[in-house]
């Protein structure tokens, strides 16, 4: 050994599993390795026409090991033995059912192709209508309203919707289920061997921000107000938790099978889990009233505020604020948009359709050369766009788009909702609509601030992590130029497993305080984006008209149910 200290950070993504193996001392990378999940790349057990989305803890399993084992490979030979902690952040919420010892009911023979029996995706939206009952009932019932500390509307992206959703569907699910455990917590109690679901340690962070936990409720909704949800959920609470932790503290040790399969020490300590975009702002540097907006397939945005100045505030529309939830001791507040890359992936779909389905199938060169063709289009598309759509000026396309093609996250969660473009004309090419999609999700950026600033909480600088952060200058500018405000974008590239590295450092007791661990294992900066004062400017005009837009599509959308 060379006598340092080593943390080790792991981050599930929707696609893939990351993990970073850090000196604790000073943050720099040892090595990291990435594994994507296998059943998942294949598109199994998932129904994008009914925005079905589900994973099979088998990925999860198999990805981490692949990807840990690859790190550790990488890293110099003594690097294993001074491994003194790991953590883990997911996405979420993205829960699954249980058996008695706490294990998804998916790795049981009878239940591994079934998809209601494995993890239910942060974007699934099959609960939209368990979440519009659940918002119904907070309402009316006449007791507490338990979506307060959540912004006040519930997401069918949320814990108890997909649970109601999924006990509704599947009589063969809920009958062998015992209990429900969001991804990160299920996975630490994986890694440390524990065998009872009544014994997983359970996140704040997602207890508070999508299963309604605060303290002031006695933990979790009441059980009065779950069974005259449905009474399905009867005895469900009971078999679920009361007790949070933040993850600088342990969940235990890494256990002897865990231990074996890795090739590190017995005494690896194991922290309690967190969702990727609240390590990952963490890891980012965030700082009070400091928007840490995490840009991959969706974003996610994350602020944090001390306690006592922030009082009785609550924050309309966002989703929930939870003490301790990213920092200790400070209030941790959510928002975030469901699609965001996904719309420029969805775009780059439809353009590629005829690529795909007539070059790729053509008789007239042969397969190698077909193949190469499609996979150089598809490489350099959103790169050929970005250049082409950066030359247009503001407002000279004509073309508007509304960013709800997944649904709206915030302000005020509606996954009803569809996306949106106009001022379409004959000269309206690819590069003008895509353009006009950029700049879309943009000003849904711009609506989530003007949100938080309009129920009290200051904006006093904004962080951009995740991979459209790092890939595209084009869409960072535009961000900047909508939003108004300089984007900082720190230098380390796997910034939600640094975060977890971060909090690991704690677990490890190699730092008293998450603030010391993130002083000592900081980034620094790789750019900053400056708004233009006069693309601001007209910008400013063009958000009115999307707001304009908005309005009206939202209410097309639902003036259908308002009358059902």
Known sequence: MNGKAYVCGVDFGTDSVRCVIIDAADGSEVSGAVAPYPRWSKGLFCDASVNQFRQHPLDYIEAFEASMRDAIARAPAWTAAGIRAISVDTTGSTPVAVDRAGAPLALREDFGSNPNAMFVLWKDHTAVREAGEINRLARTWGGTDFTRFEGGIYSSEWFWAKILHVLRADA?????????????????????GVTDALAVRRSRCAAGHKAMWHESF????????????DPILEGLRSRLYTVTYTSDQSAGVLSPEWSSRLGLPGTVRVGIGAFDAHMGAVGGGITPYTMTKIMGTSTCDVMVAPMDEMGGKLVRGICGQVDGSVIPGMLGMEAGQSAFGDIYAWFKSVLMWPVENMIGRTALVDEPARTHLVEEA??????????QAEGLPVDETGVLAIDWMNGRRTPDANQLLKGAVTGLSLGSDAPRIFRALVEATAFGAKAIADRFRREGVPIRGVIALGGVAKKSPFIMQIVADVMNVPIRVPRA?????????MFAGVVAGLYPTLGDSMKAMESGWEREYTPRAEHARMYAHLYERYCSLAAFVEDETMAPRRTQ
């Not at 063969?172 to 440390?192: I, K, M, N, P, Q």
């Not at 979790?220 to 949800?229: G, I, K, N, Q, Y």
């Not at 598809?378 to 250049?387: G, M, N, P, V, Y």
């Not at 590239?493 to 590295?501: M, V, Y």
């Open 172 to 192: 063969g699910v809920r009958s062998a289920a015992f209990s429900w455990v969001e991804h990160c917590d299920w996975f630490t109690a994986c890694l440390t």
């Open 218 to 229: 006695g933990g979790l909704p009441s059980e009065e107000f779950l069974v005259r949800l």
């Open 378 to 387: 598809s490489d350099r598309l959103i790169e050929e766009l970005s250049a």
């Open 493 to 501: 590239e796997q910034t939600c497993a640094l975060g977890a590295a």
